[in-house]
């Protein structure tokens, strides 16, 4: 016999037993039921998706200016990364708008000295 085999036939004795109890036996066995119910419930503190409210409420909350403090330096680091890339992409733009606009030949892009000529007349 196996274990399903085993849970299948214990239930089925506890229930034909439950229908030959008297209706007093099952309210109090309902209530008792009822009773360790209730004691078993445990208070939640918090949140709890998949842990993730337990960690805000344990490790973030009690620390929140410190995380919000390093939330913001990194904010403001990966900002002034951002607007240094925009503004080295708007020098080259100057950069190449204004040698487009130039009436130099295209002979002269074409020369191999034309970019060094470029880095050193280029203002910083």
Known sequence: ?????????????LNTS?????????LNLHE???KALERQKVAV???????????L?????PRGKTTL???FVLVLALGSGFLGHLQH???LEEVDSALLADDLPIDAYLDRGFDAWVQNNSPE
């Open 69 to 71: 403090a390093l939330l």
């Open 18 to 26: 439950a229908r030959n109890t008297s209706p007093s036996v099952s």
């Open 89 to 91: 992409t708007a020098d």
């Open 1 to 13: 016999m196996n274990d399903q085999d085993f849970h299948r036939r214990v239930r089925q004795h």
């Open 45 to 55: 503190r918090g949140l709890s998706v998949a842990g993730l409210g337990q960690m």
């Open 57 to 61: 409420s344990e490790h973030i909350r």
């Open 32 to 34: 008792a039921r009822q």
